[in-house]
C-alpha cells in the first residue's frame, strides 16, 4: 500500500476531529501529499497540501480549521479539523502529487489512497 487514509468517524459540529494519510517512504520523501474531500454528489474538492519541506496550502473554505502536518520520521501527513460543520461530511482521501507555489496550484497524481469517511452530525 503506497498511501493509507485513516481516521474518519462521526463527529458533533463544532467539534474536532484528526486524520492520517501514511505513506511510503518513496513517495513521501519526494512528493507534496494533498487532501481531499468528496461529498455525496459533488466533485472532490482539494482542502489541504504540504510540501516536503512544510510549506502549506488552504482553500478559503477551510482556512483557519483545518490544519496539515507531517512527520517525517514516520511517513505520516495529518490533517487536524477543528469548528466542524455539517459541510465537512465527506469521504477523505490524500493524494500525492506536486505543489507550484508561484501559483498555488496542487498538481494530483494517479496515487490515492483509500478514503476515509467521517461524518460531522448533531
Known amino acids: 500500500v503506497q498511501l493509507q487514509a485513516s481516521g474518519g468517524g462521526l463527529v458533533q459540529p463544532g467539534g474536532s476531529l484528526g486524520l492520517s494519510c501514511a505513506a511510503s517512504?518513496?513517495?513521501?520523501?519526494?512528493?507534496?501529499i494533498g487532501w481531499y474531500r468528496q461529498a455525496p454528489g459533488k466533485p472532490r474538492e482539494l482542502v489541504a497540501v504540504i510540501t516536503p519541506n512544510g510549506l502549506t496550502s488552504y482553500p478559503d473554505s477551510v482556512k483557519g480549521r483545518f490544519t496539515i502536518s507531517r512527520v517525517n520520521a514516520k511517513n505520516t501527513v495529518y490533517l487536524q479539523m477543528n469548528s466542524l460543520k455539517l459541510e465537512d461530511t465527506a469521504v477523505y482521501y490524500c493524494n500525492a502529487g506536486r505543489y507550484f507555489s508561484g501559483s498555488d496550484y496542487f498538481q494530483k497524481s494517479d496515487l490515492w489512497g483509500r478514503g476515509t469517511l467521517f461524518t460531522v452530525s448533531s
Open positions: 517512504g518513496s513517495i513521501f520523501s519526494i512528493n507534496a
